[in-house]
C-alpha cells in the first residue's frame, strides 16, 4: 500500500520578491492554508562507503592493557570482497525473483556510473552458492511439513556436460505449498521422486495433473489424497465434444459445470482480494 511508503516531505515557497505587491510594496503574508498533493518518486543509486576503523592506544602500564585495539571489521558476505552485502541481495534479487541475466544487471550497474565485470558477479555468485545451500534444505525441510501441496515437473534438458556425453534429458520437479515453494533437478520422471520428496506417514493433499507417476503416493505409507487439475478434466470432455462420440451430450454437460467451477472460483477469488484490502484499511491505515 501507498501508505507504507517512507514518507518524504518537500515544502515550496516563493522568493522574497515574489511577495512584494508591485503596486504598494507591501509584503504579502504567509497563510497557514496549504495547498498538498502526492507523487511517488523511484531512488536508485550506488553510494560508496568508506569503512573507518578507529584504533586505540593504552593508558596505563598493566601487561593486559598493552597495545592496540582496533574497532572490529564490518560484516561482509564475501571476505576481502568489494561488493557490500545489500549489493548482493540486488544481484540475487534481480537473477532468481525478477528472472533478468547477470549482463543487464552490468548495464545496469553503469549506467549509475560504476563499471562492473561479469567475472566478479559470477565469481561472487558460487561462492554464494555454497553459503545458500543448508538455506535451501531448510526450505524443502519446511515445505515437507505442510498440507497441500502443487506438484508438477516438465523436461530440462542438459547441455554442459562431460564431453562426448551429448545432451542428456533430466526433470525438472516442483512443489509448492502456501509458503514455500521446492524446485527439484532430477534424472527421471519416475514416482520415485515424490516417494523420496514425501516422508513415510505424511497426510495431506496433492494437486496433480494425473501424471502416472504420482500415484506412487497412494500407497500405504502415505496418507495422501490426489487432486485431480480441473483444467485437465475438462481437457478430456472437450475432445469427447470434438471427437462427435456418442457421448458427446453427456461431455457436453460436465463442460459446461466445469465453465461454472472456474467462474464461481473467479468471483470466489475477487470476494477474497477484497475483503482483504477492506480488512486492511478498517486498521486505520489511509487508503
Keep these: 500500500m501507498r501508505a507504507d511508503l517512507p514518507e518524504q516531505i518537500i515544502h515550496h515557497t516563493l522568493e522574497p520578491g515574489q511577495l512584494v505587491c508591485p503596486g504598494c510594496g507591501k509584503?504579502?503574508?504567509?497563510?497557514?492554508?496549504?495547498?498538498?498533493?502526492?507523487?511517488?518518486?523511484?531512488?536508485?543509486?550506488?553510494?560508496?562507503?568508506?569503512?573507518?576503523?578507529h584504533r586505540y592506544g593504552p593508558s596505563c602500564q598493566c601487561p593486559q592493557g598493552r597495545g592496540l585495539r582496533t574497532a572490529p571489521k564490518a560484516a561482509k558476505l564475501i571476505a576481502k570482497g568489494l561488493l557490500a552485502v545489500d549489493f548482493?541481495?540486488?544481484?540475487?534479487?534481480?537473477?532468481f525473483e525478477f528472472a533478468q541475466p547477470l549482463q543487464r544487471t552490468i548495464r545496469e550497474v553503469a549506467a549509475h556510473g560504476m563499471p562492473l565485470s561479469g567475472g566478479t558477479l559470477s565469481g561472487g555468485?558460487?561462492?554464494?552458492?555454497?553459503m545458500l545451500q543448508?538455506?535451501?534444505?531448510?526450505?524443502v525441510w519446511?515445505?515437507?511439513?505442510?498440507?497441500?501441496?502443487?506438484?508438477?515437473?516438465?523436461?530440462?534438458?542438459?547441455?554442459?556436460l562431460r564431453e562426448g556425453q551429448g545432451r542428456q534429458l533430466w526433470w525438472f520437479w516442483v512443489v509448492v505449498s502456501p509458503e514455500v515453494t521446492a524446485?527439484?533437478?532430477e534424472p527421471t520422471r519416475s514416482g520415485q521422486?515424490?516417494?523420496?520428496?514425501?516422508?513415510k506417514g505424511t497426510r495431506g493433499i496433492v494437486s496433480v495433473d494425473r501424471y502416472a507417476g504420482c500415484f506412487a503416493l497412494l500407497g500405504p505409507d502415505w496418507s495422501l489424497k490426489l487432486a485431480y487439475c480441473w483444467s485437465h478434466q475438462r481437457r478430456d470432455f472437450v475432445n469427447?465434444?470434438?471427437?462427435?462420440?456418442?457421448?458427446?451430450?453427456?461431455?457436453?454437460q460436465w463442460v459446461e459445470l466445469i465453465n461454472q467451477l472456474f467462474g464461481t472460483n473467479a468471483q470466489r477469488r475477487q470476494a477474497w482480494f477484497q475483503g482483504a484490502s477492506a480488512a486492511y484499511q478498517a486498521k486505520g491505515r489511509p487508503p
Design 142 to 160: 519446511h515445505s515437507r511439513e505442510g498440507t497441500h501441496w502443487h506438484l508438477d515437473e516438465t523436461r530440462w534438458p542438459m547441455f554442459c
Design 134 to 139: 543448508p538455506l535451501a534444505g531448510q526450505f
Design 183 to 185: 524446485f527439484l533437478l
Design 125 to 130: 555468485l558460487r561462492q554464494i552458492k555454497d
Design 240 to 252: 469427447v465434444v470434438a471427437s462427435a462420440d456418442r457421448g458427446q451430450g453427456w461431455a457436453d
Design 27 to 53: 509584503v504579502h503574508p504567509e497563510f497557514s492554508l496549504r495547498e498538498e498533493s502526492q507523487e511517488i518518486g523511484w531512488e536508485v543509486r550506488l553510494v560508496r562507503r568508506r569503512q573507518v576503523r
Design 88 to 95: 548482493w541481495v540486488e544481484v540475487l534479487l534481480n537473477k
Design 193 to 199: 521422486v515424490p516417494r523420496d520428496f514425501f516422508p
